[in-house]
């Protein structure tokens, strides 16, 4: 690849993540400013999870030619590689907390990806449509996938109380479970969907992602930058490099290419999920451990993501 492709792929990788960053950038400014609060971003996330983001996930799918953008190695490299980075990070968490009761809070960090915000939000700022396609089996197998295996890694050091038929019964239930069957089930079967009616639900998953950013930056907490034990560096080396660098690599083992491989390494690298927060907080572990970390691996994760899509881009 000569000095030209080099920079136009350098390009690419900035266009894709630079939206994101000042959408985050804005919400915490906004936040600062007074101009939304916690009722606001509590409000806002509840809707974007229980409406938006299903909307957006149905359309995509209900609409989407997979036989042109649907390839199982995609899903397989993200479950695998979040697979391994669960066995991994769960047989080390020891070496890096002291706590016992810390070492599921690392390990739920280490592997679970934010996924549906900002793991979605670069697939369809990168590919758009196709890349939002791509993505859609991968996350619906990776979110109950994420439930289960937080489960295990904190039941190991915590008295949780949620057994697993509340966490399958929570999955059932999951909005974006049901937004992406319900639009696999549609786009097989229904009839095509009238004009008004996609219209509408195109104004309505077009807000989503933007306002889902927005609250991603308002609840971020600028102190817990200064807070860089063991821990919290584990969790984002594991997360931010580790984790992405595994699935990468099954993915160009199963022969996938370009778009393809792009779109497993932005759902491998995205920073850890908000929700291990609620789970941790839950069960009873260490939430300011489990905030801090989810801090600072989205915070990193503008840089990290950006210099490897360009690294990913650059060597296809």
């Known amino acids: 690849m000569n000095n030209s492709d080099l920079l136009s792929t350098f390009i690419f990788s900035i266009s894709v993540s630079t939206p994101i960053f000042l959408m985050i950038a804005l919400g915490a400014v906004l936040r600062r400013v007074r101009l939304i609060d916690e009722a606001f971003i509590n409000t806002a996330s509840r809707l974007v999870f229980s409406v938006g983001l299903p909307v957006l996930l149905f359309f995509s799918n209900a609409a989407a030619d997979f036989g042109a953008v649907t390839d199982g190695r995609i899903m397989f490299a993200v479950v695998a590689g979040a697979l391994l980075v669960f066995v991994l990070s769960f047989a080390t968490a020891g070496w890096f907390v002291r706590e016992k ?170 920073p850890t999920a908000t929700a291990s927060f609620v789970m941790v907080r839950g069960m009873g572990g260490n939430a300011a451990l489990a905030a801090t970390m989810i801090v600072q691996t989205t915070l990193f994760s503008l840089v990290s993501l950006t210099i490897g899509l360009w690294l990913v881009k650059a060597s296809l």
């Open 101 to 270: 009761k810390d070492r599921g809070v690392l390990t739920q960090a280490a592997f679970r990806g934010n996924l549906i915000i900002i793991g979605l939000a670069y697939c369809a700022n990168a590919y758009g449509e196709k890349g939002i396609a791509m993505a859609a089996l991968p996350l619906a197998v990776t979110i109950v996938l994420y439930n289960v295996l937080s489960l295990v890694a904190l039941n190991r050091d915590l008295d949780g109380g949620r057994g697993f038929s509340g966490v399958f019964a929570a999955i059932a239930r999951n909005p974006l479970i049901i937004g992406i069957v319900a639009g696999l089930i549609y786009g097989a079967w229904g009839p095509s969907i009238a004009e008004p009616v996609r219209r509408a639900g195109g104004y309505l998953g077009d807000m989503s992602l933007p306002l889902a950013l927005l609250c991603v930056g308002g609840s971020l907490s600028m102190k817990s930058l200064g807070q860089m034990g063991d821990g919290v560096l584990a969790a984002s080396c594991w997360k931010l490099l580790i984790s992405p660098v595994i699935a990468v690599t099954l993915a160009l083992l199963l022969g996938l290419k370009g778009d393809a491989v792009a779109v497993v390494f932005l759902l491998a690298a995205a």
